[in-house]
């Protein structure tokens, strides 16, 4: 958004269109000029974007999505920015509860980290530098807040726009509320994840119903540009230019599961690259065939494509918060976040179990107790079974941090859009720990990097282990 009250005002209005038809919403407050700085039309002086940031907050607070849950919202602030430092800790003693938050990267950045060189923070008013810090600083400083309250997350928008397929169209600066999203100004984009957990039959993918699917869900989300009634008119056109559109998966911890395959482990990282390509060139073929039956998108003369497509993006990876408890199955790429715990769902607590646990323990003579000590704890780890059953049932906080992140590249290897994938850690994980994982999201090609301290948020939506034994929904 512009640096300016009327436009600043104009796009909340515009959240609240949105919010209210169902969408979510990502801002780069990165063009608003830094607190304390001049205000040559009113002779006062700037509040900067964090204080814009709690009034977009509260907004969202005042409107329910849809009519039923309130909006998500994501907020982008440029590493370069003077309000960088305050922009990082925002979180730390709660509140802005309907954002995530990101620091967008530059290259400029990750060069003076690694010659040693300070790094300027600009003032987006003039362009004249406000102040030169250690990069070390600020990388230290995004560590220390995402150990202590999960945010911001790091996003790579040097590598996000070398990636990006319309570059004639100008740059990307924001992504949805995910970060699995990158859109240009004023883009939507349609998502949609496979339940892969269905396409195992004895043990093998079943490559051939998985192809038709794939051609059948870009299809599908290709036709919902064209019905969906967007509120927006400068969005509508916007959408139109690239007709961009997410196929992503979810299940796939439950697939590894049905296959044999542990989480972690390097046949894992082969066959989710395997599918994911598959996907991708499925995915791509599909739109080909629509480009070449219907018209490439309009934007296409602008783009890096020479040959006919119908959608400027084809695929991406969302975290499929809701819809994987609606498949009833593992959310994204994500492993298990634990074999048994509470969700909260609108201040109601559901307890789940795994039904691969439920089916296992059900046939054996200790079984029940097994049950007890599974739904108190949230992990088979402890438990007096088979190591290869164990190793299946490894929860999220139980894998190798390094081994999250190298699966996110993995899959983001063949992902026109992003990755959204948490790096789930343990509650003694270090800001060390932290600052290794961005380090090494940024080294093996994601896009973006977000992680999770177990318990380093008061109002935690999900928790390993239940205080009852009584089994609510049998869901992983």
């Not at 990267?105 to 690694?114: G, K, P």
């Not at 896009?447 to 939506?461: A, E, F, L, N, P």
Request: aromatic content about 8%; hydrophobic content about 35%.
């Amino acid at each position: 958004m512009e640096d300016s009250i009327r436009q600043i005002f104009s796009v909340l209005s515009y959240m609240a269109i949105l919010h209210k038809s169902g969408g979510g919403t990502g801002f780069s407050f990165s063009r608003i000029r830094p607190r304390g700085d001049v205000v040559h039309g009113t002779a006062g002086v700037a509040s900067g974007p964090l204080s814009f940031i709690h009034v977009f907050d509260e907004a969202t607070n005042a409107l329910r999505q849809g009519g039923k849950r309130r909006g998500a919202n994501m907020g982008v602030l440029a590493s370069s920015h003077p309000d960088i430092f305050e922009f990082i800790r925002a979180k730390e003693a709660g509140g802005l509860h309907n954002f995530n938050l990101s620091v967008g990267f530059d290259r400029a950045f990750f060069s003076c980290m690694e010659k040693g060189r300070r790094y300027e923070l600009v003032n987006p008013r003039d362009g004249s530098v406000s102040l030169d810090i250690d990069p070390h600083d600020l990388w230290d400083s995004l560590a220390h807040s995402a150990w202590k309250c999960g945010d911001p997350g790091a996003l790579f928008l040097d590598r996000i726009n070398e990636k990006n397929p319309v570059p004639g169209l100008g740059e990307i600066e924001a992504t949805n509320p995910c970060g699995e999203q990158p859109l240009l100004p004023w883009e939507s984009c349609n998502l949609g994840s496979i339940n892969l957990s269905r396409f195992i039959h004895r043990k093998e993918i079943d490559w051939e119903t998985l192809s038709g699917t794939v051609s059948l869900a870009v299809e599908f989300l290709d036709a919902v540009i064209d019905v969906n009634r967007l509120p927006i008119r400068r969005i509508r056109k916007q959408t139109l230019l690239t007709r961009k559109i997410g196929l992503g998966v979810m299940g796939f911890a439950d697939a590894l599961i049905q296959i044999g395959i542990p989480y972690q482990s390097g046949e894992a990282l082969q066959c989710g690259e395997q599918i994911m390509q598959f996907i991708q060139e499925e995915a791509h073929s599909a739109s080909r065939s629509l480009g070449e039956e219907k018209g490439s998108f309009p934007a296409i003369e602008q783009s890096v494509y020479s040959e006919p497509l119908r959608n400027a993006t084809v695929t991406t990876i969302a975290p499929t918060g809701s819809l994987h408890l609606i498949a009833c199955t593992s959310s994204g790429i994500e492993p298990l976040f634990s074999c048994a715990g509470e969700r909260r769902i609108d201040g109601e607590v559901f307890r789940i179990l795994h039904p691969g646990l439920s089916r296992l323990f059900k046939d054996m003579p200790d079984g029940r107790d097994l049950l007890k000590e599974v739904m108190r704890t949230g992990s088979v780890q402890h438990l007096r079974l088979p190591e290869e059953i164990r190793e299946l049932f490894r929860n999220a906080g139980e894998i190798d941090p390094t081994h999250h992140v190298k699966m996110q590249a993995a899959f983001q290897k063949y992902v026109d859009n992003a990755v959204s994938k948490t790096v789930n850690l343990p509650e003694n994980a270090t800001t060390e720990d932290i600052s290794h994982i961005f380090s090494l999201a940024r080294e093996l090609g994601c896009k973006g990097i977000t992680v999770y301290r177990y318990h380093s948020r008061r109002d935690q939506v999900l928790s390993r282990g239940c205080d009852t034994c009584r089994v609510d929904a049998v869901n992983p």
